[in-house]
């Protein structure tokens, strides 16, 4: 008598993004089943569908918002559930299914269980984390390790480990990964060589509902890494120290600054120091801010732990380019320069940008307002610029919190960003202001499909205004 073959179990990927497709791709490629189940649908949406499908991945659209019966027909076979990191991990629905004891995990999570043996560098942090990234792995790659960059910017983690299962040899000295509190949090097992927490401000605070929620998912990144790194000149960070896991402080000012001796230094002429040794001078970094040093100390500490010796660190950063939508420099006209940070979408990574450039400035603001008090950020508008130009939803809103509080400075509300980016340029020239800079102290979702989008539109918007480097 034949035994009846048994039915393969199906994974369940939730959300036709980039995770959830390098997810989807990881999962076939080894043989396994694949379902994709997407809540939304467009255009573009429903060609990224046509071409999973014809590669045997199977999308289905759901017609109304996922609830337990979304995951009816296939709740027998499910071997199990991915989670992008755009669907919130404490969504009822998932509760539900994790009480049923289903396999739930992050996408990083699911590539990490293909890359844990591979050294690493997990980088976390409200703000900064982009740019240490990108700077560490570019000073990795310069000095001849097999690096690749993902997570949170660069590619999806399951596009690295299903490169790494193509590569030959399977070689990769280390992975740099920038880590968000979404991806953290749905990563049970993620434990990287080294972490970094770059800073700590309220953000995300519509997905984690409180400060010390959000706090204590970074900090669980930082728990799990074999050696830690911390930027003593966030206040937030200096004032929970003794609550962190022990790890290596890096700090901008002399060591007789802080109430601690951070590890890495700046002194009074602008020198790096790891302890009492003298490495190399920071003006070596060609993007502005104090942040900016900062991220540098931060790498610095990494590649020093790495066993890259100074020498080697400072060429590798000397040759080190701004990241698009980060304080980038788009060039100047009539002696105003523009800058591109469509990045900052919190009031505190707007502070930064704005604090970062040649004041008085105008600033273009606006976009999806997230939770936060804007009172800081207001005083810095005060302080530096000669107006602010506000466009998309929030608009209003903003405009409201600013004229309260007797801002003093051109106030212009704007539909959208061609049309605060036009008029922005006008009021620069007859303020004589400094620069232009779209920090937007808000996210893009109301108009945009996200802040690269954003910063690319202006980009274009400022190149029609003869603006070149």
């Not at 990083?108 to 703000?127: C, F, Y």
């Not at 976009?367 to 800081?376: E, L, M």
Request: with cysteine; glycine share 6%; charged share 25%.
């Amino acid at each position: 008598m034949s035994i009846p073959k048994q039915e393969q179990k199906i994974h369940i990927i939730l959300g036709l993004g980039t995770s959830g497709v390098s997810a989807a791709k990881l999962l076939k490629s080894e043989g396994e089943k694949v379902l994709i189940l997407e809540n939304n649908s467009n255009k573009k949406l429903i060609d990224t569908s046509n071409k999973l499908m014809g590669d045997g991945i199977e999308v289905v659209f759901l017609d109304e918002p996922m609830n337990i019966n979304s995951f009816t027909p296939w709740m027998e076979k499910i071997a199990s559930i991915v989670v992008s990191p755009g669907i919130d991990w404490e969504h009822n629905t998932l509760r539900d299914l994790r009480s049923k004891n289903i396999n739930m995990k992050g996408e990083v999570e699911l590539a990490w269980e293909r890359l844990s043996h591979i050294p690493s560098i997990g980088i976390t942090g409200t703000n900064g984390k982009t740019t240490v990234t990108n700077m560490l792995h570019h000073v990795l790659k310069s000095n001849n390790f097999i690096t690749d960059m993902g997570g949170n910017t660069g590619k999806a983690l399951s596009t690295i480990a299903l490169e790494a299962n193509q590569r030959k040899p399977k070689i990769f000295n280390w992975l740099v990964l920038e880590l968000s509190s979404y991806q953290i949090e749905s990563s049970i097992n993620l434990n990287p060589t080294i972490g970094i927490w770059t800073t700590f401000t309220p953000d995300h605070l519509e997905r984690h509902h409180d400060l010390e929620s959000y706090f204590k998912i970074k900090r669980s990144l930082l728990g799990k890494s074999s050696l830690r790194i911390y930027n003593s000149d966030d206040n937030f960070l200096s004032k929970r120290r003794k609550e962190l896991p022990k790890g290596i402080w890096v700090g901008i000012n002399n060591q007789s600054s802080y109430t601690h001796n951070p590890k890495f230094w700046i002194n009074q002429e602008g020198y790096i120091y790891e302890n009492q040794t003298q490495l190399f001078h920071s003006s070596i970094l060609q993007i502005p801010g104090k942040h900016n040093l900062q991220n540098l100390l931060l790498v610095t500490a990494a590649a020093r732990e790495i066993g890259i010796n100074s020498r080697s660190i400072a060429k590798s950063i000397s040759s080190f380019k701004s990241i698009p939508h980060r304080l980038e420099y788009l060039g100047e006209k009539d002696n105003l320069k523009f800058y591109n940070d469509s990045k900052a979408t919190n009031f505190d990574s707007s502070i930064t940008g704005i604090k970062a450039i040649s004041s008085p400035s105008i600033l273009i603001a606006g976009g999806k307002q997230k939770k936060g008090d804007p009172i800081s950020w207001i005083e810095e508008l005060k302080h530096s610029t000669n107006g602010v130009v506000l466009f998309g939803i929030s608009a209003k809103d903003l405009q409201k919190s600013l004229s309260n509080s007797s801002y003093e400075g051109q106030l212009i509300v704007k539909e959208n960003l061609e049309e605060a980016t036009k008029i922005s340029f006008d009021i620069a020239k007859k303020t004589k202001s400094k620069s232009v800079i779209l920090s937007p102290a808000c996210a893009s979702f109301d108009q945009y499909q996200n802040f690269e989008e954003r910063g690319d539109h202006f980009k274009d918007l400022v190149k029609k205004l003869g603006i070149t480097k």
